[in-house]
């Protein structure tokens, strides 16, 4: 019978049950996850932010949690797992143990996002194990800066407000319907509704509303820390494209996001030429590399 403290088989590289472990997190790995993450504070923002406000790297109350690697009783790597997987420190030599846990909690998962070369070998521990990924963005630019922007900002952006959330929410569905592809509301219209909620409370929605009340220009900070926020669900008003518009949005974005951390941080496609010459201009440099897997 399986231990309820490590409860996945644990293999050596050679394959003898030994060394390396994966068992779920809890309560009392919360400072041990902590010190780990922040050996890179850019890339584990996502895992940092958690512990930040949630205070716990026990599962969380919808399902999720974190596996972590253990050898020698040392934390050596680690992996949310919840609608997605989200790689820590990850060796790629552990990313089959790291798989194998994954799949035996049964769960169906959106995606997996991180640093790239820990991203890809769990996609083919995971495509061994029958998951099969709709798209793979092997080259994301992790792009970061701190200081001034080079250029000014559009002083017309400023934190998402809940009185405009019929407002907002439309934009957030039709950007997040472009870049992957599909519906957020497929699932459930109320679950992404939530999450959208969640950012304006949070003040990390930041939009630009015109004269009409459409949204001009929208993007949230996806993760926060004392130390770095992570910028996502960039988007501009497709009435609004091609006129030059985007970078002084983008510094707008890195001074708002300066009042909760001084480091910002965000990730974009290789082949997003014209998104990463506005980021650019604003000051942002890379970083590191990221790696996402849609299934």
Known sequence: MLSRV????????????AGAAVRLLGAGDT????????????????ILSHLESAGTAAPTAGGASIL???????????????ANLVPVELDT?????????????????????????AVLALHAAM?????????????????TISGTPLIGPNPALGFGQMADFDRILPACAAM??????????????????????????AGHSMVH??????????????????????????????????????????????LLAQRLAPVTSLYVNDFNVRARASYERVGF????????VLF
Not at 176 to 201: D, N, Q
Not at 230 to 254: C, D, E, F, I, K
Request: charged share 20%.
């Open 93 to 117: 030599d552990l990313a089959p143990l790291v798989a194998a846990a994954a799949h035996r909690a049964g769960r169906r998962y959106a995606s997996i996002f991180g640093p790239a070369e």
């Open 285 to 292: 440099e890379q970083a590191g590399s990221f790696a996402t």
């Open 176 to 201: 997040f319907e472009e870049e992957v592809g599909y519906s957020p509301y497929l699932g459930g219209r109320e679950f992404y509704s939530r999450r959208v909620k969640g950012l304006i409370r």
């Open 127 to 143: 495509e061994d194990l029958g998951h099969t990924a709709q798209e793979i963005r092997a080259d994301q630019p992790l792009m």
């Open 6 to 17: 490590a409860p996945w088989l644990a293999f050596r590289k050679d394959g003898t049950q």
């Open 209 to 254: 509303l015109g004269p009409d009340g459409e949204v001009i220009f929208k993007a949230e900070l996806g993760a926060v820390t004392s130390a770095v926020t992570q910028v996502q669900g960039v988007w501009m008003n497709p009435t609004h494209r091609g006129l030059g518009l985007s970078a002084g949005y983008m510094a707008a974005v890195v």
């Open 68 to 82: 972590g690697v253990f050898d020698g009783g040392t934390l050596v790597s680690a992996c949310w797992a919840g």
């Open 31 to 46: 400072g041990t996850l902590r010190d780990l993450a922040r050996r890179d504070p850019v890339a584990n923002v996502f």
